[in-house]
């Protein structure tokens, strides 16, 4: 089995910042791109940030020059350095990974439980 654990959520002022992490755990052979997405309410879950295994990133226009995606690969684990927060980047977070298992010649895409970030006075 293979497990995302997202933790770093939380309440931030406007103009503040805060760091999400988020683990993948279980028999894993390898990770290619990791993600993290965002879903407000009552709107679709959209694409914050892409890494590759080789550390390519992408952004979505809404965030670029604010977050940074970061990963370590010795670690499974991917970051999202989020600053200058506006109140509509509340959302909750998800992580997302495709990951090949020990085993299995097939990569699958896996989802986190997601972390809440609000962003408010």
């Known amino acids: 089995q293979v497990q995302l654990v997202e933790s770093g959520g939380g309440l931030v002022q406007p103009g503040g910042s805060l760091r999400l992490s988020c683990a993948a755990s279980?028999?894993?052979?390898?990770?290619?791109?990791m993600a993290w997405y965002r879903q407000a309410p009552g709107k679709q879950r959209d694409l914050v940030a892409t890494?590759?295994?080789?550390?390519?990133?992408n952004y979505a226009d809404s965030v670029k020059g604010r977050f940074t995606i970061s990963r370590d690969n010795a670690k499974n684990t991917v970051y999202l350095q989020m600053a200058s927060l506006r109140p509509e980047d509340t959302a909750v977070y998800y992580c997302?990974?495709?990951?090949?298992?020990?085993?299995?010649?097939?990569?699958?895409?896996?989802w986190g439980q997601g972390t809440q970030v609000t962003v408010s006075s």
């Open positions: 890494i590759t295994r080789r550390g390519n990133t």
């Open positions: 279980g028999n894993i052979f390898s990770i290619n791109t």
């Open positions: 997302n990974a495709g990951i090949a298992r020990v085993g299995i010649p097939y990569e699958y895409n896996y």
